[in-house]
């Protein structure tokens, strides 16, 4: 098979080599020096064995240390490299060339190169964000500011998006804020720069654009056709998401068909050959990569048309999979960690699919159900679309699951009108840019029509995202997930082969034993997650035998709600839809702020809180609606004791006796619980303060644990010299938000810990923590 492979489509082995190779570099990181030599004596090896059976398979290995050579030159840092320096917080001069910019309604991003900081050059890219979004700035401006330099956020919580890691892999490695109330300069590129023309002739397009069509139609047009969707509504994203069809807002193959078609109308009023023709379209198509800021799919697209158009022009058999694998390679050794991106993975995933899938469904089908069996030709092709959209929807499912949690089978009837709306858009919308270009009443005529189609795919794409269960979020899955559903499915479609059939039911059967075994021999755990939720607290218990319960919520403020923007998510990731206690310790905003969300989206089994009532709106809130879902609400006093999950937890503060002297301050309120599981012991304490410490230090011997959250956000007015004793703690988490108002967490506070030679773990800086414990030690998992 591998011969045959070789044979008819060599590029699909190499370019398998090249990604074994680049995936080889993040494993086993090497000197580049060290693979540079090792990648040309392979090369030399292959040249000289060429005639030998063997040097097929030496090519491989060369193709595969390429990668690990492309992969290291592309992640080197010089001396001077941006990523090997702190920044102090303070404002710096700050000078570098434009590269790239996007434009949002607020505000717009540029990325920097050739960067000077303080008069001393630095290697590497920063992001800047200026306020102003009128400005133009295009590729190869000078731009001069003051602002400020920092790097980026990684994962805050587990399952996260990392920020920082997306970033690296574009080579930016810190972000810079202009200041609004400096002046900044830009020198305008005075050099043939044909990123710089490319960059003019977007904006000239967006313009036109928004001369002739209003309101979220133009934000639709402007990503169709230049790939600009920063100024699309959250909303309108959202809607395109659960309905499964956010790929049309990408720019594709569809567009770049469209491209290739208009260069080819307007090149055959020259007189030349078919040829030339194609060598120019060609040039053409490479030209609006450069417009499109080199969006994966569109260099994708590109490069296979490239393919077909010389294959057709100088009478070559054309390979699909060839060709795609070709253009696979090229953007890989160009920009190796685009192998990591879910843009390239997708897009790539999505014409495989569509190549190899649709043909088996149509070669599995009976012979009645087969697209030429139907007569009526519109019906006839409905039927062929939704085989396409079946055959794609396959090959990006578990990749759309992976990184988005969610999948949208809605979308199998959704782009059965979505993509023939975009096609009738996108043949209007280039028919306007390039006829626009020249006659302001055609550019006004098609913007008209364009209005009208884009509102209309709007309206149909509302009503296909509102269908029940069309849009579904699914658990957090890994790779090994990834590969065997993709094992699955290739056996499933070549069940006809014997040897296929033998293979994939011996291997559903090892699974299914080995997913039995697994579970037998599983030895129950603890597991804690401490999130990262800013200036508030969450954390979460996940005892031994599988009961959950949320201490606090984390805060809602008129910006963000954490519990929209990270518990709810992450619950969604890990299949949480139950949790059998909400630990509310205190009505404060900042940790009972998310709870009305969390009541509203999940089934919650109890709530604790201490006995206390507060007259806020969230407190109210969250009464009526665990009145109105019948949830009981439990007043939780030191001295209690609860037996949870193969856990001992012990309720030390607020007693009741306290609560007769009626403190002012719902700080003091605060539950303090211990929670114990056989030796390993932890000591959530909300956000009780020096007083309460005093009454609960009494407790003595009994409070040591391996685990605090520090009280109060590790303000002075907490963690007292005494208190800090005898916990003990070996790790000292605090909840704390980034510059926040309150100068939290105070450096004495921190110092104290410091000196009982605990490990502190900041929220601010080293975000979410998680734990895991069998009851004898724990361990630190990572995200």
């Not at 977007?202 to 313009?207: G, R, T």
């Not at 036109?208 to 639709?220: K, L």
């Not at 884009?454 to 269960?469: C, D, G, K, Q, Y």
Request: aromatic fraction near 12%; proline fraction near 4%; charge should be positive.
């Amino acid at each position: 098979m591998l011969e045959k492979i070789h044979h008819e489509s060599p590029m699909v082995l190499y370019f398998f080599c090249l990604s074994a190779g680049i995936i080889g570099s993040q494993i086993l990181p090497l000197p580049i020096l060290t693979i540079a030599v090792v990648t040309l004596l392979a090369g030399t090896l292959a040249i000289l064995l060429q005639k030998f059976d063997i040097s097929k398979y030496i090519v491989f290995l060369s193709i595969g240390l390429l990668g690990m050579f492309a992969t290291s030159l592309y992640n080197f840092q010089s001396r001077d490299h941006l990523a090997r320096f702190d920044f102090p917080s303070e404002q710096y001069s700050i000078e570098g060339i434009v590269t790239s910019r996007r434009i949002f309604p607020d505000r717009q991003k540029i990325v920097l190169s050739q960067i000077r900081v303080g008069g001393r050059s630095f290697d590497g890219k920063i992001l800047t964000t200026i306020s102003n979004p009128q400005k133009q700035f295009f590729n190869g401006d000078t731009l001069e500011y003051i602002g400020s330099l920092y790097s980026p956020d990684g994962s805050r919580n587990p399952g996260e998006f990392d920020y920082r890691n997306y970033l690296f892999k574009q080579k930016i490695f810190m972000l810079s804020q202009a200041d609004k109330k400096a002046a900044y300069r830009v020198r305008v590129c005075q050099k043939l720069n044909l990123k710089n023309l490319a960059d003019r002739l977007k904006a000239q397009i967006m313009a036109n654009i928004d001369q002739s069509i209003s309101g979220e139609p133009a934000h639709i047009l402007k990503a169709l056709i230049v790939g600009a969707r920063d100024e699309l509504e959250g909303e309108t994203t959202e809607i395109f998401v659960y309905s499964g069809t956010i790929h049309i807002l990408a720019v594709s193959g569809l567009h770049v068909a469209y491209v290739t078609l208009s260069l080819l109308v307007i090149f055959s009023f020259l007189r030349l050959s078919d040829r030339q023709r194609t060598v120019l379209t060609i040039i053409g198509l490479f030209f609006y990569i450069i417009i499109v800021d080199f969006k994966p799919s569109v260099i994708r697209a590109v490069i296979m048309a490239a393919i077909i158009l010389i294959g057709k022009s100088w009478e070559r058999k054309v390979n699909v999979y060839n060709s795609l694998a070709a253009a696979g390679f090229i953007q890989l050794l160009i920009s190796p960690m685009q192998l990591f991106d879910a843009g390239f993975q997708l897009s790539f995933s999505a014409v495989f699919s569509i190549v190899y899938f649709h043909n088996r469904i149509k070669f599995l089908l009976p012979q009645k159900f087969h697209p030429g069996q139907i007569k009526n030709s519109l019906l006839r092709n409905l039927y062929q679309l939704l085989l396409v959209s079946f055959a794609a929807l396959i090959g990006t499912l578990p990749i759309t699951a992976y990184y988005f949690n969610r999948i949208a089978p809605v979308g199998l009837l959704a782009n059965l009108f979505a993509i023939p709306l975009i096609g009738l858009v996108g043949a209007a919308g280039f028919s306007q840019v390039i006829l626009g270009f020249f006659i302001p009443s055609v550019n006004l005529f098609y913007g008209q029509v364009n209005q009208l189609l884009i509102e209309v795919l709007i309206r149909l794409t509302h009503w296909s995202a509102a269908i029940p269960f069309g849009s579904v979020n699914v658990p957090e899955i890994n790779l090994l997930h990834v590969a065997l559903f993709y094992l699955f499915i290739f056996g499933l479609f070549n069940l006809e082969k014997r040897q296929v059939k033998f293979t994939l039911g011996f291997a559903v059967l090892l699974m299914l034993n080995l997913q039995i075994w697994l579970a037998l021999f599983a030895k129950p755990q603890l597991e804690v997650v401490f999130f990262d939720v800013g200036q508030g607290d969450a954390a979460l218990v996940k005892f031994p035998t599988g009961e959950k319960m949320l201490i606090d919520t984390g805060d809602r403020t008129f910006s963000r709600n954490y519990a929209e923007t990270v518990l709810l998510p992450y619950f969604l990731r890990q299949n949480i839809r139950h949790i059998e206690i909400m630990n509310l310790t205190h009505p404060h905003s900042d940790h009972i702020g998310g709870a009305p969300l969390l009541l509203k989206n999940l089934s919650i089994g109890e709530i604790w809180e201490p006995e206390v009532t507060a007259q806020s709106k969230t407190y109210s809130q969250i009464h009526f609606l665990a009145d109105s879902l019948a949830i009981p609400v439990k007043k939780i006093y030191a001295g209690d004791y609860f037996s949870i999950g193969g856990c001992d937890l012990f309720v030390l503060h607020p007693s009741r006796k306290y609560l007769a002297t009626k403190p002012e301050n719902f700080n003091h309120y605060s539950t303090a619980i211990k929670l114990a599981y056989k030796d390993f012991d932890i000591f959530f304490s909300g956000d009780i303060e020096k007083e309460d410490e005093a009454y609960i230090s009494l407790y003595d011997q009994f409070i040591d644990c391996e685990i605090l959250k520090v009280p109060h956000h590790g303000s002075n007015t907490s963690s007292t010299e005494n208190f800090i004793k005898k916990v003990s703690p070996e790790i000292a988490f605090v909840s704390v938000g980034r510059n926040n108002k309150f100068k939290h967490p105070s450096s004495k506070i921190l110092q104290r810990y410091s000196d009982q030679k605990a490990l502190v773990h900041r929220s601010d800086l080293l975000h979410s923590l998680s734990l895991i414990s069998n009851g004898i030690d724990y361990q630190i998992k990572t995200r």
